[in-house]
């Protein structure tokens, strides 16, 4: 049973304006969540990361939100980039462990 | 730093077949983590090791799979035997720390 949701298999966007990437999860003991990037024929690089106890996160471009009662956590992206075009994979985990719980990806596709 | 180093990165396999696939981690790190990746399920742990110990191996799918990490550099994922369902992207990653740093994959096709 997937306990993370990535429900957008897909997304495009035009460069420059903004990406907003979801992901859901159901278990209410997750208190740790980050999000990876992925090129084709490349493994997985940490993007951003965020804890329970914040509600945002920001790095440049990428800021994570959190929504505790919703379950829900969103990336953005501004603005978007040709480069920024890669799967987007959301993790999380309980007690702050490194067991991580990945969700199936979003490809993200910016439209130069 | 090399970055978690993955052998082979393709193979082709007849059903059957006992299959292995190797990793080294990125030296200095103390968890070494195997996953698989489908387009159904996206990345599922399949096992990790802490300080060259199996913790949780309860992604491993059957029997017919089994990990060793005889040394802090080195664990092997074995496939014996495979069949097609298990082809599939699989990545090794390391990490101390919360950050897993991933290795480039094996892309296993088991016909």
């Known amino acids: 049973d997937q306990q993370v949701k990535q429900n957008s298999p897909s997304l495009s966007v035009q460069e420059g304006r903004i990406s907003i990437l979801n992901c859901d999860y159901t278990?209410?003991?997750?208190?740790?969540f980050l999000w990876y990037k992925k090129y084709p024929a490349e493994g997985p690089t940490f993007l951003i990361s965020i804890s329970s106890i914040k509600d945002k996160n920001e790095d440049g471009r990428f800021t994570v939100f959190l929504n505790k009662s919703a379950k829900h956590l969103s990336l953005h992206i501004v603005p978007s980039q040709p480069g920024d075009s890669a799967v987007y994979f959301c993790?999380?985990?309980?007690?702050?462990?490194?067991?991580?719980?990945f969700g199936t990806g979003t490809s993200l596709t910016v439209i130069p | 730093d090399a970055g978690v180093i993955q052998s082979p990165r393709h193979e082709v396999t007849e059903m059957g077949q006992e299959v292995t696939l190797r990793c080294k981690p990125i030296s200095g790190h103390n968890s070494l983590f195997w996953y698989r990746q489908t387009m159904m399920r996206g990345l599922e742990l399949l096992i990790y090791f802490n300080n060259n110990v199996p913790i949780d191996d309860s992604g491993m799918p059957e029997d017919r799979f089994s990990a060793k990490m005889p040394n802090a550099s080195f664990s092997t994922l074995k496939i014996q035997p495979s069949e097609p369902r298990d082809s599939a992207v699989y990545f090794c990653a390391s990490s101390f720390g919360i950050v897993n740093f991933f290795g480039p994959g094996t892309r296993l096709t088991v016909l």
């Open positions: 993790a999380a985990s309980m007690n702050t462990g490194n067991q991580f719980y």
């Open positions: 278990n209410s003991m997750f208190d740790y």
